[in-house]
T-cell receptor, first 114, second 114 residues
């Protein structure tokens, strides 16, 4: 089955700096890669996603890149702000028995220091 | 508000007991997914239902069961509870049984077994 590795597990940056979180996946059939942000006491919220036919996608200060050959994808946050502090999860799709599920990495706790 | 409703928000119970967690999916979504989130294990997939039928199973213990009702709400039943079952339990929903539009997560039920 699919295995998703996520690094680093914790990341501390100064406000205004960039943050990069990296994930690798094992199933070459995976074709959908979302990123979720989880704030304290809340459920994960989808912030950006990318499909396998695209190499990069950007939404304001957030961008995601995908390298299908190497089976890795990354989240880039520029000009970080204290409100970006949260746990971020990457995920990869896994087709299974006529449906599809998401397999998640273990998360990265991002702290943005003012 | 994500549109996915989970009740109760908190649950404290004793070992050996049985509890039921409830989830109402976002309006229009036919598929429900249950995930367990513990400190060191990230988001672990338990089970998926689509339009009332079980579609996929993950690492769900035999002491756990779930179902999706005709009105599409879902219940996760946890029995013979052990201390190690203490975790956050999330429900997510999607339009169909496929992940490629992402999931919408509820805010979770925090289960504490004492």
């Amino acid at each position: 089955g699919e295995n998703v590795e996520q690094h680093p597990s914790t990341l501390s940056v100064q406000e205004g700096d960039s943050a990069v979180i990296k994930c690798t996946y094992s199933d070459s059939a995976s074709n959908y890669f979302p990123w979720y942000k989880q704030e304290l006491g809340k459920g994960p919220q989808l912030i950006i996603d990318i499909r396998s036919n695209v190499g990069e996608k950007k939404d304001q200060r957030i961008a995601v890149t995908l390298n299908k050959t190497a089976k890795h994808f990354s989240l880039h946050i520029t000009e970080t702000q204290p409100e970006d502090s949260a746990v971020y999860f990457c995920a990869a799709s896994l087709a299974q028995g006529g449906s599809e599920k998401l397999v998640f990495g273990k998360g990265t706790k991002l702290t943005v220091n003012p | 508000d994500s549109g996915v409703t989970q009740t109760p928000k908190h649950l404290i119970t004793a070992t050996g007991q049985r509890v039921t967690l409830r989830c109402s999916p976002r309006s229009g979504d036919l598929s429900v997914y249950w995930y367990q989130q513990s400190l060191d294990q990230g988001l672990q997939f338990l089970i998926q239902y689509y339009n009332g039928e079980e579609r996929a199973k993950g690492n769900i213990l035999e002491r756990f069961s779930a179902q999706q009702f005709p009105d599409l709400h879902s219940e996760l039943n946890l029995s013979s509870l052990e201390l190690g079952d203490s975790a956050l339990y999330f429900c997510a929903s999607s339009v169909d049984g496929w992940a490629n539009y992402g999931y919408t997560f509820g805010s979770g039920t925090r289960l504490t077994v004492v």
